[in-house]
């Protein structure tokens, strides 16, 4: 091995010239990827596709949409996961949304939200209950224990209870709170 190709890997420049210009544009990269993945987790760049829908008035006609707490949640706090790895996976795999967005005829219509709001609310509940409902638990972190006191004494018993199950047969949130931002579909 010729160790020398390690010090001077080129005719023209030396390997500190490269490593400097090589850490500016993972710097630069890096910077750049989190700017965009914070411009696109915003509530306007997902109302920006479903702007036809009544999905933001049914989020602000809800508990979330800010209650007796005045907090109202935005998009990316229930649909994104909150975790540096996960919330890359996801934002890929969201990414589909974009393509149905450009090649879905009607997909930014309240007519398509109808007729596919079971298949959505499903495919949503499944991803809360897989990931045990970490993004509610994300921000209602008292839950299990040490319960606010405004919690009604039959809803504290019910987590207490909860709680106290293995983790196998163990309920997580949207098992009892379906449909709590968005209108579970009947039938």
Not at 60 to 68: D, P, Q, V, Y
Request: aromatic share 8%; charged share 20%.
């Amino acid at each position: 091995m010729n160790w020398r190709a390690l010090f001077k890997p080129s005719a023209k420049y030396s390997i500190l010239a490269l490593l400097v210009v090589g850490i500016v544009i993972g710097v630069v990269g890096y910077f750049a990827t989190q700017q965009t993945l914070h411009a696109t987790s915003t509530d306007a760049f997902c109302m920006s596709c479903h702007s036809n829908h009544s999905l933001k008035n049914e989020v602000l006609a809800s508990a979330h949409g800010g209650g007796k707490a005045g907090v109202t949640v935005q998009c990316q706090d229930c649909h994104l996961p909150h975790g540096p790895v996960d919330y890359l996976i996801k934002k890929i795999i969201v990414s589909k949304d974009l393509y149905g967005f450009l090649t879905i005829d009607g997909f930014n219509t309240q007519a398509w939200l109808d007729e596919n709001r079971k298949e959505q609310a499903d495919k949503a509940l499944a991803y809360f209950r897989g990931n045990d409902s970490a993004n509610c638990q994300h921000c209602h972190t008292r839950i299990y224990e040490n319960q606010p006191e405004t919690m009604k004494p039959m809803a504290v018993r019910m987590h207490t209870n909860n709680f106290k199950k293995d983790p196998e047969t163990r309920k997580t949130c949207v098992d009892c709170h379906k449909g709590v931002a968005h209108p579970y579909p009947k039938g």
